[in-house]
T-cell receptor, first 111, second 111 residues
Framework: QQQVKQSPQSLIVQKGGISIINCAYE??????FPWYQQFPGKGPALLIA?????SEKKEGRFTISFNKSAKQFSLHIMDSQPGDSATYFC??????????FGTGTSLTVIP | DTGVSQDPRHKITKRGQNVTFRCDPI?????LYWYRQTLGQGPEFLTY????????KSRLLSDRFSAERPKGSFSTLEIQRTEQGDSAMYLC?????????FGPGTRLTVL
């Protein structure tokens, strides 16, 4: 059973556009929601993370929107650049002992 | 370099052989995780250590897999009697709290 469901599977965006990736979860005990960026042949790198006590967190061009009642959270990449082309994973944890990852979104930013 | 390191980066083995991977976490991180990632999927949790204690182990982890973290420093993941289905990227991550830092991974190919 997939604990965290991620969509879309792939996304193509024009340079300068907004990329939006969505995740949904069922376990209301989850209290930490990170997003990771992964380039081919590399390990995932933490981009930004949020806890349920806030509805939005922004770091540079990256914003997480969190909807606790809907059990959904999303990553927004503003002014998308070709260098942002990568695979993005959402994740969630309750105790920090085990993290559950989404299936990933392959983002392509067209120049 | 003070990041998470993994060795080897690539391993090709024949079915039935045993393999061992090593992970060196960031020095002040007491938490260490192992994940498996197959093509097009998110990292799948395998096991978690806090210092030298193995606190979580995935139910999906067969008894052919074993992990250790002697003295709470580096960790090893051993796969016995490898099968073709074990071919994957094996990722290690470490953290002090919730922010995980991933290593570059070990790519295992079982022929």
């Amino acid at each position: 059973q997939q604990q965290v469901k991620q969509s879309p599977q792939s996304l193509i965006v024009q340079k300068g556009g907004i990329s939006i990736i969505n995740c949904a979860y069922e376990n209301t005990a989850f209290d930490y929601f990170p997003w990771y960026q992964q380039f081919p042949g590399k390990g995932p790198a933490l981009l930004i993370a949020i806890r349920p006590d806030v509805s939005e967190k922004k770091e540079g061009r990256f914003t997480i929107s969190f909807n606790k009642s809907a059990k959904q959270f999303s990553l927004h990449i503003m002014d998308s650049q070709p260098g942002d082309s990568a695979t993005y994973f959402c994740a969630a944890t309750d105790t920090g002992n085990q993290f559950y990852f989404g299936t990933g979104t392959s983002l392509t930013v067209i120049p | 370099d003070t990041g998470v390191s993994q060795d080897p980066r690539h391993k090709i083995t024949k079915r039935g052989q045993n393999v061992t991977f090593r992970c060196d976490p960031i020095s002040e991180h007491n938490r260490l995780y192992w994940y498996r990632q197959t093509l097009g999927q998110g990292p799948e949790f395998l096991t978690y250590f806090q210092n030298e204690a193995q606190l979580e182990k995935s139910r999906l982890l067969s008894d052919r897999f074993s992990a250790e973290r002697p003295k709470g420093s580096f960790s090893t993941l051993e796969i016995q009697r490898t099968e073709q289905g074990d071919s994957a990227m094996y990722l290690c991550a470490s953290s002090r709290r919730d922010e995980q830092f991933f290593g570059p991974g070990t790519r295992l190919t079982v022929l």
